[in-house]
């Protein structure tokens, strides 16, 4: 009975997420070549590292939304300056990838190996600082503060969130509050980013920019709670990274936060987790049937939606059209998504 409702869920979402990215698929493909093109032409000389990055595809949840956002805001889209800034927003996420994987000791990104486990520690961590880089290389072709602003203040606190984090590491008695504050830098202002300068690019006024800008927060929020999620509940080949990872990597997140509130007996189990760096003397199993039993899934699930439904308030008062339309559907395909 569950197995098939989950399938009617995930029917559902591919369908929703088609009807997202097919309304701007011919925007994506530009975006592409203009990633193929900025990846080739800056770094001819270490051409291995560009094979690399053209044939690891993510899902271009960024572009979509910086391509939609303009839309919406009454641009158009498909012009060159959209389609840069989505590919910008591209570069800066692959950036952040590259090191998180790095800072997470992961081996595996989108179903290949991570480039630190193909190349090694140090061709990462210069192929980190390259990607920014070259993303405001790029972004400086727009001749705009105003994108320069958010640029740097994004990119300045998604290394505020990594190093918070990293100052969280292993502790067990981490609160919502600091979840939520690391959440919000490591991802939802990139996503703010994106819608945001979808709307500054579509010279659109304060009001909807400042829509957009909000909308992207709560979305990208949704967003993180869901990936968190999906560390329980996905598999490796799904994810295309491994799942179940978060908890040896010393990262409590939500769902364990609300385990612990509820099951204030299982911190001993968890801290043999991290201490142990692996499921040897508590199963996963075990920790799953708890978080199953305590509701603690459920809870975080439905923290997402909210966010995901205050996301599409945000943007209520956008003038209707099939990319704002395309907005509102996104919060849903977030939080029922499974990779
Ligand atoms: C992964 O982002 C990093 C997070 C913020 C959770 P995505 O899930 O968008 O990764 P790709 O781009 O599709 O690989
Ligand atoms: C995403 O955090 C943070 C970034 C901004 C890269 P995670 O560490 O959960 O991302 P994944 O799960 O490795 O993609
Ligand atoms: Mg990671
Ligand atoms: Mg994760």
Same mark, same amino acid.
């Given at each position: 009975m569950q197995a098939s409702g989950q399938t009617v869920v995930l029917e559902d979402v591919q369908l929703t997420a088609k009807r997202i990215f097919d309304l701007i698929s011919p925007e994506l493909s530009l975006v592409e070549e203009e990633f193929e093109r900025q990846a080739r032409s800056n770094i001819q000389v270490i051409a291995y590292i560009g094979d690399y990055l053209r044939r690891s595809g993510g899902k271009r949840v960024r572009p979509a939304l910086t391509i939609l956002s303009n839309y919406a805001a009454g641009g158009d889209g498909s012009n060159y300056s959209s389609i840069r800034m989505a590919t910008v927003m591209e570069f800066?996420?692959?950036?952040?990838?590259?090191? &998180?994987?790095?800072? &997470?000791?992961?081996?595996?990104?989108?179903?290949?190996?991570?480039?630190?486990?193909?190349?090694?520690?140090?061709?990462?961590?210069?192929?980190? &600082?390259w990607l920014y880089m070259s993303a405001f290389e790029t972004s400086l072709a727009e001749r705009s503060l105003p994108i320069l602003d958010i640029l740097t203040a994004v990119t300045r606190r998604m290394t505020e969130g990594e190093l918070l984090q990293l100052t969280l590491l292993g502790r067990t008695d981490i609160t919502e509050e600091q979840y939520f504050d690391v959440i919000a830098r490591k991802t939802a202002y990139l996503f703010s980013a994106c819608c945001e300068i979808g709307a500054l690019v579509a010279g659109a006024d304060p009001l909807t920019q400042a829509r957009l800008r909000n909308y992207g927060m709560k979305l990208g929020i949704a967003f993180q709670l869901v990936d968190d999620l999906l560390d329980f509940t996905g598999t490796d080949d799904v994810l295309g990274k491994p799942a179940g990872a978060d908890l040896l990597e010393g990262k409590l997140s939500l769902p364990l936060i609300f385990l612990l509130q509820r099951r204030p007996e299982m911190r001993g189990a968890i801290q043999a987790v991290i201490g142990d760096g692996g499921y040897t003397n508590v199963a996963r199993r075990i920790l799953l049937e708890a978080l199953e039993e305590s509701d603690a899934l459920q809870l975080a699930k439905e923290r997402a939606i909210e966010y995901a439904e205050a996301a599409r308030a945000s943007i209520e008062g956008l003038p209707s059209s099939p990319h704002a339309e395309a907005l509102s559907d996104i919060p849903t395909y977030i939080v029922d998504r499974d990779r």
């Open positions: 800066l996420h692959t950036a952040t990838l590259v090191h &998180d994987d790095v800072i &997470d000791k992961s081996e595996t990104r989108r179903n290949v190996p991570s480039i630190n486990s193909e190349f090694g520690n140090q061709t990462a961590v210069l192929m980190g &600082d």
